[in-house]
């Protein structure tokens, strides 16, 4: 069973920053597509950032490019989010989430097998 679990969220000021951190189980990791969804009261899950397991390319929201890089450690099984110039619209649970194989990088939170419970991130003004 593939588990995912987060951490590092917590409360900043606008400009700020933070590192997500996101360990994986499983023995499939480094064929696992990984990304990072946030969801903020009264709003539907949204992508923020994915990376593949062919070539380890990236995929932003248009929001956080610039601001927001995504990486994985194939040793370690984990998946990191690191966010700079934090702004109060970043405010959400943030979720790590995995799918295994897939040759894209999908945008869908439908598109992922596997999800963690969330790390809350909260941007003060």
């Known amino acids: 069973q593939v588990q995912l679990i987060e951490s590092g969220g917590g409360l900043v000021q606008a400009g700020g920053s933070l590192r997500l951190s996101c360990a994986v189980s499983?023995?499939?990791?480094?064929?696992?597509?990984l990304g990072w969804f946030r969801q903020a009261p009264g709003k539907e899950r949204e992508f923020v950032a994915g990376?593949?397991?062919?070539?380890?390319?990236?995929t932003y929201l248009d929001s956080v490019k610039g601001r927001f890089t995504i990486s994985r450690d194939n040793t370690e099984n984990t998946v990191d989010l690191q966010m700079h110039n934090l702004k109060p619209d970043d405010t959400a649970v943030y979720h790590c989430?995995?799918?295994?194989?897939?040759?894209?990088?999908?945008?869908?939170?439908?598109?992922?097998?596997?999800w963690g419970q969330g790390t809350q991130v909260t941007v003060s003004s």
């Open positions: 499983g023995r499939s990791f480094s064929t696992y597509t």
């Open positions: 990376i593949s397991w062919i070539d380890a390319s990236t």
């Open positions: 989430t995995a799918r295994e194989g897939w040759r894209g990088i999908p945008i869908s939170p439908t598109e992922y097998e596997y």
